[in-house]
């Protein structure tokens, strides 16, 4: 997360800043992986073979299938997704603006339950300190985290038309595009899964030839793919010309590729010079206010701020849907701890026992993907994962996942190997979950030690660090210089502060081999820049270099920091997928599809139906509506006048878990039925019963299976009615 | 609200384009009233004499006291609030930007808080139909929408140093100082009312010099400021070079007013011919969407669409604190409704005996301020409020702002004037709040007719409107005109087109006068453009037109839009001055400060502290905080060394509601004392029985006053220790 492919480009991996982002790398295999990537390229060419958009999926077990093992249909789900509102594209009677979506009510419902949840599980259990910042923000901290130089993409522009391409895409696509030219020519079957029959086929994506290639140019294409995103600008220029690349649209050649800031820039106030951008992570907010959230926490360690917003990233051509998009939600959080003593944490002992599907970096380097069940108390035991806090938030955030509906079977931590990470990190691991589009990198977990607040704190000159009082003081044993201020003024002159500072600076290891020098010669030579030649000489009666016992009451440290940064929209969009299923209608029309969503998450949780229009309903319509309010429970009342079966089946594509039918026995006797969305099975109670079991579903306590084996089973109305 | 003081001065305001704003002359009398107004202009010079920031208030109605009637003093809670980390200047470490601010831990819980009523009372209250839109708009939205032309104010350079001037503020401040040493001339007292004794009085502000002026002159120079909104750029810069005026900064002159559009610009995509900018406001996306979500509502009017989100406003140069900000959060709702029928509302009479203070616009244009206390339903019935709709959402915003706290004695809802409103509005009234800072408008609500989805369906040709079977098909009498196509079409040849598309144009009250041409002379003659000489003949076999008598089964309506429009941070500034108060503290030193939210919105429900940190409080202290977590009831535990006195002080400070003490009878019994924050009164419980007596008051279905009756009054540990 919060990755950009670009860092990884850099001659010496091992040592290349990486600004703010947990796994700069999945980019770096993806070339698309800045943000939150998908599968990596390493993985699509090397080991999977899965292949995104409009290509098959070659490695069957990559092949998705819905939450009850159906084969899934991606265009199926999606305009169940915009038929029922859960988003819509941004501005679409305009013509639309690519990625850019906003969310009907049913997503935005969703969305909103997912936030609660996560400021529960995280903000609320763990008392962090919740913080907002501007979206505004001045050019001159993004400066500092190194967004404004290195947060950027190549593009091309094609002469002829104009049109602007990413670099890195389009020597894949026109890559992927011969090889599978190849590969019919060879007569090996290549099953073409068309996006959206209605659409052409994009002219871009070249127009498939079957021609054949020789095995050394196959061979060297494989090798120019796995690694697409280690390619700087120049780089692909190069590759362009030399293997002829031309835009499938003109005919001609791009131009040669150029860096494109992937933020949104702006300017602050009416001057222009106030540069500013939109944030593209909401992470450097947080670091800012470090001091005072500090003393808001009265100076205890450890402790986390969180932080939940919009960022924003100008993708120069977004794809993938709901999955790149220029505007999304985060949520973040930054928790501080000690960089002493391994980086314990008090919790670590509730979690010991979860268990996670981790791909570790041995196995990645060893070109496999095998993943193990682990439990995390083992994993860093055994020192597959850093340290305990790293491991403690790696299991909530499995947890977290878990609770609101990720499918156990599609999850897995992906470690970051160590190219992919930050000079500065200490380890990194993606929570990745697989949909249609392959695995997708949907929380960022990473250990970025110091880095952030003391870049701050180095530009600013703010104390972004902990002072802590020392329960027993320590002794440091120490080599102390003592010059003799009356004399060495006078002696240097105007120069004397310049060697002063040049003394001071002497590290603790070069000072004993000066002062048995002084001792032994009567005087030391010392490096001065821009005294004399560069060399001083200091004579033993201006300067004294003894070992001496200094006493420290406090100690100050920068702390570093464990940082899961979860990208808010992409969760949502798994959750979609798997949560997606389809139930075949009895007529034996098209099967209708079902939102399995966990009740804690679903937009709404209850739906009303009267059986008919009868007046008789309405004062207990509203009665259990507001008896459901009272109770904290989101219902919708549906008395259209379709039949009851298509009234659940239009709630089972928005996800509702709970329908109760008012029917006549309701009105006579207070009884109501109340259906499962899953089953589509019934039970029958009074009022109380039935509000008591609604509770107890939504709030994770019981399931369905628990309430159909206390309450009698109902088979009525809903058989009644045909359903269709 | 939303409106812009631009928009006022145009010459004709009754026939003025004001898009997207709800009041668009609060500004007007305000000068800095685009967005949310403080108090008007007129009313400052004319009425109440209200004079803000470094002046004094010279009437005393308008100087504002603390919830408990003491004299306020804002100096001393903006340091609290800063100190408490309600807010935060963003970016401080780097200097800070002027206009953005960030929330910390308790002001982000009250923000939360806040919006989770506002979802509660309107949008589940009701059924609304939550969106979600991006802030990121393609230029041409906001084309349509007016405000890339006239969502502006004028600025001026100084020449000198570059400085960037509002004119109209500039103007406004030479004149008032000017105004000032008048008084100092004539003897006449003025109190200064510094706002930050540490802080140098800026220069720009005018170094008051005592210089008495002519009678005519301070005449005229009133008159400019009673209407310093109606100037345009080129009356504002004659004004400054008629009146000499320099900026006390440089001593030389600024430069011409030129406009400056005050939204923050961007580009979309790597191209830059895709403009674009952030929102101003979250309403055009919700009317972008309106076709989609009637189609989600099952096509039943009327319904409602609201969104919550983060608007932009690049202010010249803002001042007012948290009042003024470049990026603010907005809570908006857009309630479609017929516009025949009167605009009833089905739940009116829920709110017909809601008593509001209004001041209507007759009282405005007769020069006072003068309110009345008035049930919506009578001011409905007698014509004050244009309708019943309207008034239905004034009465529910009422409920809502006293549910969250606002001190019902400074509230008032001020009626637009008829030039104050868009040419298209039918009415318009905005909630304003009495602050320090004079009468904020928090709240606009507005009836906005059809505009907003006619001029984006105008554009884009989308239907934005509704279609409604008719019970009762209604019989249309009227003209109808029929061409003989086979001879038309031969006769006209390339111009029979132009000729039908004139003909088809012809408006229904002039096809009688031609029906009886045509049959007087055999032929008609009529203008078509384009077509010779722009008169065209036609003979009566190529043409008949006949009354005859058209049936329709449907009706086809644009919507009007009620529209009450939240500036949630604004809200939440007005709670910090409503609710706050001090406590004389009993050894005399400095009064302690207290907010007294009401516990819906307040960051923390329950402050639970231990006697001491005796270890055997710790089982009960996490016990206790368990137990409120699964009642939903927020909690923190303040264990640190300071007295218990102080830990209560400091969270008074935060607004906590309400304290559980836990002490060596606790670890006995089980019993623990519950304190109120508002009268530090203890009473003593039971655990099950404190924790029903939390929860009801968190509900809001009890007070402390209840709990003080139903449980025994407790004296102890907190007089025990000292109070500081």
Redesign the interface.
């Known amino acids: 997360m919060r990755s950009f492919s670009i860092f990884c480009r850099t001659p010496n991996p091992a040592r290349r800043f990486v600004p703010r982002f947990t796994s700069p790398c999945a980019s770096r295999f993806r070339g698309r992986g800045r943000g939150f990537a998908e599968t990596t390229q390493k993985h699509r060419y090397q080991l999977s073979k899965f292949k995104d958009k409009n290509y098959a999926v070659t490695d069957p077990t990559m092949a998705t299938t819905t939450l009850k093992g159906q084969p899934f249909d991606r265009q199926v789900l999606d305009s169940m997704l915009r038929r029922?509102?859960f988003y819509?594209p941004?501005?679409?009677?305009?013509g639309g603006?690519?990625?850019?979506?906003?969310?009907?009510?049913p997503?935005?419902?969703l969305?909103?339950n997912v936030i609660d949840a996560w400021?529960k599980h995280f903000v609320?259990?763990e008392?962090m300190?919740?913080?907002?910042?501007?979206?505004?923000?001045?050019a001159?901290?993004l400066k500092t985290s190194g967004h404004v130089d290195k947060f950027a993409d190549w593009?091309c522009k094609d002469p002829k038309n104009?049109d602007?391409i990413r670099a890195d895409h389009f020597v894949e696509e026109i890559l992927e595009s011969r090889l599978k030219g190849d590969k019919e020519a060879r007569g090996v079957k290549v099953v073409e899964k068309e996006e959206d029959p209605k659409k052409k086929k994009k002219k871009t994506k070249g127009a498939i030839e079957a021609v054949k290639l020789d095995d050394a140019v196959v061979t060297e294409y494989e090798e120019i793919l796995a690694k697409i995103d280690n390619y700087n600008g120049e780089e692909l220029g190069e590759l362009i010309k030399k293997y002829e690349m031309k835009n499938p649209a003109t005919g001609v050649q791009p131009e040669p590729p150029v860096s494109?800031n992937l933020m949104?820039?702006?300017?602050?106030?009416?001057?222009s010079n106030?540069p500013?951008y939109?944030r593209p992570e909401t992470a450097q907010?947080q670091f800012?206010?470090f001091?005072?959230?500090l003393e808001?926490n009265?100076q205890q360690m450890p402790f986390a701020s969180a932080s939940i917003g919009?960022s924003?990233r100008?993708?120069?051509?977004p794809r993938s849907g709901l999955l790149r998009v220029?505007?999304f939600l985060m949520a973040e959080i930054e928790h501080y701890v000690d960089p002493q003593g391994g980086k314990k944490h008090a919790r670590f002992h509730e979690v010991a026992d979860v268990e996670l599907v981790l791909l570790n970096r041995h196995t990645q380097l060893s070109g496999k993907t095998n993943v193990e069940k682990v439990a995390i108390g083992k994993a860093v035991a055994d020192g597959t994962v850093d340290n305990e806090t790293l491991g403690y938030f790696l299991a909530r955030i499995h947890l977290f996942l878990k609770k609101i509906g990720v499918d156990q079977t599609k999850i897995r931590f992906r470690q970051h190997m160590a190219n992919e990470m930050a000079h500065y990190a200490a380890d990194c691991w993606d929570a990745e979950l697989l949909t249609s589009y392959g695995w997708i990198e949907c929380v960022g977990c990473a250990d970025r030690s110091a880095y952030d607040l003391t870049v701050?704190a180095k530009?600013?000159g703010?104390p972004?660090m902990v002072r802590e009082r020392l329960d027993t003081p320590i002794k440091i044993e120490e080599w102390q210089i003592d010059l003799d201020k009356k004399k060495f003024g006078p002696f240097f002159k105007k120069d004397g502060k310049t060697v002063e500072a040049a003394i001071e600076a002497i590290p603790q290891d070069k000072r004993e081999a000066l002062s048995q020098a002084l001792k032994a010669d009567g005087k030391i030579t010392i490096d001065v820049e821009g005294v004399g030649n560069g060399k001083v000489e200091i004579s033993k009666d201006l300067i004294v270099i003894e070992q001496r016992t200094r006493v420290e009451n406090t100690r100050e440290y920068t702390p570093n920091v464990i940082e899961p940064s979860f990208g808010i929209g992409r969760i949502l969009y798994c959750l979609y997928e798997h949560n997606y299923w389809t139930r075949g209608s009895e007529g034996g029309d098209e099967a209708r599809g079902v939102l399995s969503f966990p009740p804690v998450v679903a937009p709404t949780k209850v739906l009303l139906v009267p059986l008919s229009a009868h007046e008789s309903f309405k004062p207990l319509l509203k009665h259990m509506s507001l008896k459901l309010?009272k109770l904290?429970v989101?219902s919708?009342i549906d008395d259209?006048s379709a039949s009851i079966g298509k009234r659940y089946s239009r709630n089972d594509e928005l996800g509702t878990p709970l329908g109760i039918t008012i029917d006549f026995q309701s009105v006579q006797d207070k009884t109501y039925t109340l259906r499962d969305r899953d089953s589509t099975k019934q039970v029958r109670a009074d009022e109380e019963t039935i509000l008591k079991a609604i509770k107890s579903m939504v709030e994770g306590e019981k399931t369905w299976a628990d309430i159909e084996k206390e309450l009698p089973a109902f088979e009525g109305q809903e058989a009644d009615v045909p359903v269709r």
């Open positions: 029922r509102m819509t941004s501005f679409e009677i305009y603006t690519a990625g850019l979506y906003d969310y009907g009510p997503g935005c419902a969305n909103a400021r609320l259990e008392d300190l919740e913080v907002d910042c501007t979206a505004l923000t001045p001159e901290i593009m104009g602007i494109f949104f820039q702006t300017a602050i106030g009416p001057s106030a500013g939109l907010g800012l206010n001091a005072k959230l808001f009265q919009k924003f100008n993708e120069i051509s220029r505007e701050h530009k600013t703010a972004l309010r904290g989101s919708r259209s």
